[in-house]
Every structure is written in C-alpha cells, then in structure tokens.
C-alpha cells in the first residue's frame, strides 16, 4: 500500500503564493492518477485537482483554473500544487490522492476515483 505525505502548507497573506508537495513511498507512483483534494473549516472534502499518469490530462476546479497548476515528477514520485494568488476562501487542509490510471475524465474529481490519501497539510490565507 503506498503512503502519500503532504508537505508545504503553512500561513499566507491573500495574494501570495504556496507550493504543496505530496511525496509517495512504498508503492508505484508512476502508473496512478493523482489528484488534490481540501476541506475548509465546518465543509465536505472537494475536488481541487487532477492529473494522468503521463502528466498529460489535467483537470481543474472552476474555483482554482488559472490560479493553480498540478504537476508531477514521475522519477522523484512527487506531486505538486502550485498556488498562486492565493484567497481566503483556499483556507483548507489539502489532501493528496491517489488512483488507477485510465478512466473517465468526467470522474477526475470524484473522490471514490481514488483509493490511497494522505493526511493532509494545512492551508491559512489570511486576508
């Protein structure tokens, strides 16, 4: 069973910019989708997201296109989340995820997509 762990959260002014990294270990990387998924204070867990195997799909939340950019490093079994101008409404904890290659893009954000989390790392935008 591989196991995701999240770094780079941490307090922010509204505005700047934070990189989150998801490092896998004990299992493939490579070969999985793997998306970000977070959860604000008092809400459900929601799709942030998505990336293909290859690097090559890549699939967003309305609330993050053009602010945030997903990508991966297949040979550090990395994944990352660049978050530029961050918002007070981004304040979450932000979870990696990860799930088997293939399927539909229209199920990129559904959460039963993917079969192994990470715990988290917290995400403050204070304004």
């Known amino acids: 069973q591989v196991q995701l762990v999240e770094s780079g959260g941490g307090l922010v002014q509204a505005g700047n910019s934070l990189r989150l990294s998801c490092t896998a270990s004990?299992?493939?990387?490579?070969?999985?989708?793997m998306a970000w998924f977070r959860q604000a204070p008092g809400k459900e867990r929601e799709f942030v997201a998505a990336?293909?195997?290859?690097?090559?799909?890549?699939y967003y939340a309305d609330s993050v296109t053009a602010r945030f950019t997903i990508t991966r490093d297949n040979a550090r079994s990395t994944l990352y989340l660049q978050m530029n101008n961050l918002k007070p409404e981004d304040t979450a904890i932000y979870f990696c995820?990860?799930?088997?290659?293939?399927?539909?893009?229209?199920?990129?954000?559904?959460?039963?997509?993917?079969?192994?989390w990470g715990q988290g790392t917290q995400v403050i935008v204070a304004s």
């Open positions: 990336i293909s195997w290859s690097g090559y799909h890549r």
């Open positions: 995820a990860q799930g088997p290659a293939g399927g539909a893009p229209a199920d990129a954000g559904l959460e039963k997509r993917y079969d192994s």
């Open positions: 004990g299992g493939a990387f490579s070969n999985y989708a």
